[in-house]
């Protein structure tokens, strides 16, 4: 069976800090994706980052890096330079091949970033 | 701006009423979803469409009917729903249903009442 965690339901950071929000992921199936998405409380989820189980280089996008671990099956994503428009909820995705699709989410985690 | 669009962002219904989510994307993609998020939750699969064909039904209750009219809508029709079905309804696209193909696109959610 496919399962994503994330054992932080909130953090906190300071703006201008940079913080980890950890997810790790159980599937069986050599070939999936990786996602993150943001939540702002407006609803809507916002496409972060993309890391392919193949990919041998950890993703980066802007102030977004992914820190693969495969073998710990661990996806954390790492926000440098917090800004107070970050503060939404997190979640990490997978979907695995032959899931037709789906998207797999973990429960979450509420980052607040403090003035 | 979201390239998924989906309307009404906001639907207030009784238990009796027939009513509608719509969603529209123009990005070509071939792969189509519903997801329930009710509150402090992650989504939840409902439904995935693939090249207008259903692909996936997540053993949602018959009161929910989905509907493809074509590659670029996806509707989602409310029947006879109970106060418990009071939820965000998102709904997503994709270029396709391998998990290479990438990420999903959300919309901005309807948020559904049920009185």
Not at chain 2, 27 to 51: D, T
Not at chain 2, 58 to 75: D, I, K
Request: aromatic share 10%; with cysteine.
């Amino acid at each position: 069976a496919q399962k994503i965690t994330q054992t932080q339901p909130g953090m906190f950071v300071q703006e201008k800090e940079a913080v980890t929000l950890d997810c790790t992921y159980d599937t069986s199936d050599p070939s999936y994706g990786l996602f993150w998405y943001k939540q702002p409380s407006s609803g809507e989820m916002i496409f972060l980052i993309y890391q392919g189980s193949y990919d041998q280089q950890n993703a980066t996008e802007g102030r977004y890096s992914l820190n693969f671990q495969k073998a710990r099956k661990s996806a954390n994503l790492v926000i440098s330079a917090s800004q107070l428009g970050d503060s939404a909820m997190y979640f990490c995705a997978m979907r695995v091949e032959g899931s037709q699709g789906n998207l797999i989410f973990g429960k979450g985690t509420k980052l607040s970033v403090k003035p | 701006d979201t390239e998924v669009t989906q309307t009404p962002k906001h639907l207030v219904m009784g238990m009796t009423n027939k009513k509608s989510l719509k969603c529209e994307q123009h990005m070509g993609h071939r792969a189509m979803y519903w997801y329930k998020q009710k509150a402090k939750k992650p989504p939840e699969l409902m439904f995935v469409y693939s090249y207008e064909k259903l692909s996936i039904n997540e053993s949602v209750p018959s009161r929910f009917s989905p509907e493809c009219p074509n590659s670029s809508l996806l509707n989602l029709h409310l029947h006879a729903l109970q106060p418990e079905d009071s939820a965000l309804y998102l709904c997503a696209s994709s270029r396709g249903l391998a998990a290479y193909t990438g990420e999903l696109f959300f919309g901005e959610g309807s948020r559904l009442t049920v009185l």
